[in-house]
């Protein structure tokens, strides 16, 4: 297999952009989050979310602002928009709407991170 390779070059413009880094970090961090929230109301449901104390609601309503800020430095409309269902579902848990709840969900279990 090493022969394969021995002739290998890199080839200009190949390697991701520090932006497009950036952005990839920002997609897994979302992904990561919108995962871990729908799982949690639908495991868990309102009631239980509201017992969450690692992390709180509050807490988590903190990492979607900090995401969305950096989704906003690198003008990642799509991500801004996945991030304000999160804030709207996270606001229909801490009111105790299940029917609102169930469709920020759906939204974002729907939602695509990556292009």
């Known amino acids: 297999m090493t022969q394969n ?3 290998a070059v890199k080839v200009t413009d190949a390697e991701a952009s520090f ?3 950036q952005l990839y970090q920002v997609q897994i961090a979302v992904k990561a989050l919108i995962d871990f929230v ?13 017992e969450l104390v690692d992390p709180s609601l509050d807490e988590v309503h903190e990492i979607i602002l ?17 991030l304000l269902t ?3 579902l996270i606001r229909d848990i801490k ?16 939602a695509i991170i990556f292009k």
Do not use: M, W, Y
């Open 5 to 7: 390779f021995r002739d």
């Open 19 to 21: 932006q497009e880094r």
């Open 38 to 50: 729908v799982t949690s109301f639908e495991e868990l449901g309102i009631e239980k979310l509201h």
């Open 66 to 82: 900090k995401l969305d800020t950096k989704a906003k430095q690198l003008g990642a409309l799509d991500l801004q928009q996945v």
């Open 86 to 88: 999160a804030q709207i």
């Open 95 to 110: 009111q105790k709407n299940p029917d609102l709840c169930a469709q920020s969900s759906k939204i974002l279990k729907g």
